[in-house]
């Protein structure tokens, strides 16, 4: 496609390789810490293969993907930043980028002046800058630090100052690449909003981020990229659950060749009465422990989807003898919507450390409803199941309305 044919608003990238080469340049340091270490670096390595994206004007697209896996890089050539060493990419319209925390932010220049710097660099007059001059400021709560040099503001500062020019000074597409990480909890939360207003607007966002809450709150569509390489590229639930597992089936294979005092010999995990756990029904877990000695631990066990913090843990001390030990664990109603989650566990002696390191330990689908998704840039910390009665009160006279316990509306 050329240039001149791309909608305004969409990213045609085609068939993009992107190859880094190591760098030449030798300063002393290096060279006498290589003459230490006695090794070369491969001179060049393929940081980007085949990758194809195609966003529509105004789509939301979630980038995901391990550290190094490329996310950065695409944007950047999205950006216009850095060049592809080989592919066809259109964008059409203006880009506004927050790529990294400094990134297109200039130290030596106050936040005024980069402001306006970014703004003329966006094509847009100075008059134009001025009347969103005043919004970029109060959103970014920056006072009177907007006539500071921009070297003497903290990360999460220059993150707020980066974000406001980006998202207020309309651009066709905005790309934002794990801005929220340094910003606190307050600001995170209006930074979605406000993409998500840009988003309503009619604005293309690209966002990068490994908070999956984040990206399932802003994205209908996500691409993930492993190693250079699309792994898959659609709706966000899809996509974030085929990524979730992959890391947890990762993280349970490194776990794997863990070894300790205490160890996971086999983890059986059924709904009592019938074989698949089920939402608001009981689950019984039976894990087969093994002990060089007898100890006294704190067995924990947790249920997550995805990272390392569950979404709920059960804690008990318990005395394991020398040898293997059969714990059996009940839950009365399991609190979690349809979906793949993994159950962690961990032995912990007081004082003394992990027995058994916390790690990822067996897969467990639950059957049932499938989970309320709220409103758009609203962040679901993790999923659980609630059942709710409504009653939609009006004014007196009116009669009430009211659905049952459970009923449709609280249930998505
Ligand atoms: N300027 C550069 N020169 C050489 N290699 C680079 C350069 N920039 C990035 N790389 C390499 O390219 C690969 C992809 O980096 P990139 O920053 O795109 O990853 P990422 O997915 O954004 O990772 P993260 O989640 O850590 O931000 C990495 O192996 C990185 O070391
Ligand atoms: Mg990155």
């Known amino acids: 496609m050329s240039p001149d044919r791309i909608a305004t608003g969409a990213v045609a990238a ?10 030449s340049s ?43 896996s490329g996310k950065s890089t695409l944007l950047k050539i999205v950006a216009g930043v850095t060049f592809p060493t080989a592919g066809r990419l259109d964008v059409g319209g203006r880009v506004g980028a927050l790529l990294e925390v400094r990134a297109g932010i200039h130290p030596e220049l106050s936040g005024r002046e980069n402001t306006y710097f970014y703004g003329t660099v966006l094509g847009l007059s100075r008059r134009q800058v001025a009347s969103k001059f005043d919004e970029i400021v109060a959103f970014g709560e920056l006072g009177d630090a907007i006539d500071r040099q921009v070297k003497y503001y903290s990360s999460g500062m220059q993150m707020r100052l980066g974000f406001s020019i980006s998202a207020f000074l309309e651009p066709d597409i905005l790309l934002v690449d794990e801005a929220l990480a340094v910003g606190d909890v307050g600001f995170q939360q209006r930074c979605l909003e406000r993409m998500q207003t840009v988003v309503n607007q009619g604005t293309t966002l690209i966002f990068v981020s490994h908070d999956m809450a984040a990206v399932e709150s802003m994205c209908e569509r996500t691409l993930w990229l492993d190693d250079g390489v699309v792994c898959g590229d659609g709706p966000t639930p899809e996509v974030l659950t085929a990524y979730r597992v992959g890391l947890e089936e990762k993280a349970a294979l490194l776990a794997k060749m863990l070894q300790g005092p205490v160890r996971l010999r086999d983890l059986v995990i059924t709904g009592r009465g019938s074989p698949s756990p089920t939402t608001g029904e009981p689950l019984e877990l039976r894990l087969a422990l093994e002990a060089d000695g007898p100890v006294s631990v704190e067995l924990c066990i947790g249920v997550s989807e995805g990272p390392a913090n569950p979404i709920f843990a059960l804690t008990r001390d318990i005395q394991l003898q020398r040898g293997s030990n059969d714990v059996r664990v009940t839950v009365d109603n399991v609190p979690l919507p349809r979906g793949r989650y993994y159950v962690w566990t961990g032995a912990f002696a007081p004082g003394l450390g992990a027995k058994m390191p916390w790690h990822p330990s067996a897969p467990l689908d639950i059957a049932g409803p499938v989970r309320q998704a709220p409103p758009r840039g609203v962040m679901l910390l993790s999923p659980v199941h609630v059942t ?6 009006r004014a007196p006279g009116h009669v009430h309305d009211s659905l049952p316990l459970g009923g449709p509306a609280s249930r998505a």
């Open 14 to 23: 085609g068939q993009i390789w992107k190859r880094y080469r190591a760098d």
């Open 388 to 393: 709710a009665g409504w009653e939609v009160v």
């Open 26 to 68: 030798r300063p002393p340091l290096r060279q006498a810490i290589s003459r230490l270490v006695r090794r070369r670096g491969p001179q060049s390595r393929w940081v980007l293969r085949d990758v194809n994206l195609h966003v529509e004007p105004g789509e939301s697209v979630g980038l995901v993907g391990l550290n190094g």
